[in-house]
């Protein structure tokens, strides 16, 4: 496997269940971002991981849990969701240099295309 | 804060010509990073090229150029020779070079190429 890769890639779930959405990254990368893009609005940023710390949170609901057991591998927590919920979840990872200073480049993976019912 | 504004919803093109697709921002940060992500219709986000705002000349790469205008604060995406595959949703982003780590991206632009 190469890149950023998402599973499921798709995802049909009920407002009372639990889910989570699996991204693994192979490029070496030390930070990990959830997006989420519904239909009509730009991609709005969930979470950030630097070093499997969260340092960003864009207001997100609780029924959203993201976890980063390592720098490979994050994970998005679904439970008790809303149809409004239904959108693109896109992955994605990137080399953030150490001094905070930097390109920073930000490669996504294909996404979770999730539908709540 | 940070604004991208892409005014082109759609736009239309025929292979092998060129297309330009525009992207003005706003943003305080004197430094930052301005980048253009491609995305067909399976839904993968992919990076095509990059410029920083003290970057002097233009970022090419390959058929993808950036008209980057400081003053103006706007950074067009131009594709040379179009072709069939590069009908896609073409997204403008950009980010400080410190601090905050999240992209803020734009609306974006439906570009479809027509043999």
């Known amino acids: 496997e190469t890149g950023v890769t998402q599973t499921p890639r798709h995802l049909v779930m009920g407002m009372t269940n639990k889910k989570s959405l699996k991204c693994e990254q192979h490029?070496?990368?030390?930070?990990m971002y959830w997006y989420k893009q519904s239909a009509k609005k730009p991609l709005e940023l969930m979470f950030v991981?630097?070093?499997?710390?969260?340092?960003e949170n864009n207001s997100v609901p609780s029924r959203f849990s993201p976890e980063c057991p390592n720098s490979s591998h994050l994970f998005l927590h679904l439970h008790t969701l809303q149809p409004e919920d239904s959108a693109l979840y896109l992955c994605?990872?990137?080399?953030?240099?150490?001094?905070?200073?930097?390109?920073?480049?930000?490669?996504f993976g294909p996404g979770t295309r999730l539908t709540v019912l | 804060a940070q604004k991208i504004t892409q005014t082109q919803p759609g736009m239309f093109v025929q292979e092998k010509e060129a297309v330009t697709l525009d992207c003005t921002y706003d943003t305080s940060d004197q430094s930052y990073g301005l980048f253009w992500y491609k995305q067909p219709s399976s839904g993968e986000m992919i990076f095509l090229i990059y410029q920083g705002s003290y970057d002097e000349q233009n970022a090419t790469e390959g058929r993808y150029s950036l008209n980057f205008q400081k003053a103006r604060k706007s950074a067009n995406l131009v594709i040379s020779a179009s072709q069939l595959g590069d009908s896609a949703m073409y997204f403008c982003a950009m980010r400080p070079h410190t601090g905050r780590r999240a992209l803020t991206f734009g609306s974006g632009t439906r570009l479809q190429v027509q043999p």
């Open positions: 490029l070496g990368h030390n930070a």
């Open positions: 994605a990872s990137s080399q953030a240099p150490l001094t905070g200073y930097g390109t920073d480049t930000q490669y």
């Open positions: 991981y630097s070093l499997e710390e969260r340092v």
